[in-house]
């Protein structure tokens, strides 16, 4: 009875130990129900992380870029545009100003207002083209001022000018002749003032001109 296993049972044989031992290997255990899974479901595809540039704070940032550089363009045309107008009109003053021959006369009297401005022109004459010679003639008959001053301005604008010490002819008319190239369109304040025996001025008559058209 030597021979017998002491516990009653048999041995297998040595060339079925090794498919034995595999056998009893431990299996993955099923994917469980509260997962969602089933048994023999393949594995889900993993999704990928998104690139940098489609992050939603990196799109947003994209389109405020963009609007903005939409602003910048618009203020840029119309900048530019607004360039181009100032130009147009700068060299359309330079051509108003510029002082040029003259290639006939035309005579201008004009009664000065003894006691303020007036109301509306005195005087209202188309800019010539080409350019005349203004021949300007004040009346100052009902002043006893032997000499004047005689002070241009153009509204809007500033001084244009100043004659001094200015002496009425024998018919007590004040004479100047300008050229009309000098006076583009727009309206012009004539102040006349007269010296005293102490060479003070005191005003003496006053003429609004306006100079009609475009050159």
Do not use: C
């Amino acid at each position: 009875m030597s021979g017998k296993n002491p516990k009653g049972k048999h041995k297998p044989p040595a060339r079925w130990r090794r498919h034995l031992v595999q056998a009893e290997l431990e299996l993955p255990a099923p994917p469980s129900p509260a997962r969602g899974g089933r048994v023999g479901d393949p594995t889900p595809p993993t999704v990928p992380e998104p690139w940098w540039w489609q992050q939603p704070a990196v799109v947003a940032g994209l389109a405020a870029l963009s609007a903005l550089l939409l602003l910048v363009t618009a203020v840029s045309l119309y900048a530019a545009h607004r360039d181009r107008a100032l130009a147009a009109e700068a060299a359309t003053r330079l051509k108003t100003v510029t002082l040029r021959a003259t290639t006939a006369e035309q005579a201008l009297r004009i009664a000065p207002n003894p006691r303020s401005w007036s109301d509306g022109p005195d005087a209202t004459i188309d800019w010539p083209e080409p350019p005349m010679l203004l021949d300007l003639f004040l009346p100052v008959a009902y002043s006893e001022f032997t000499q004047f001053a005689v002070t241009i301005d153009k509204v809007d604008q500033g001084r244009v000018l100043i004659v001094q010490r200015l002496a009425p002819d024998s018919n007590r008319e004040l004479r100047l002749a300008l050229n009309s190239s000098a006076f583009g369109p727009g309206e012009y304040r004539v102040r006349l003032q007269g010296y005293t025996w102490q060479g003070e001025r005191v005003d003496a008559g006053w003429v609004r001109i306006l100079i009609r058209g475009r050159p």
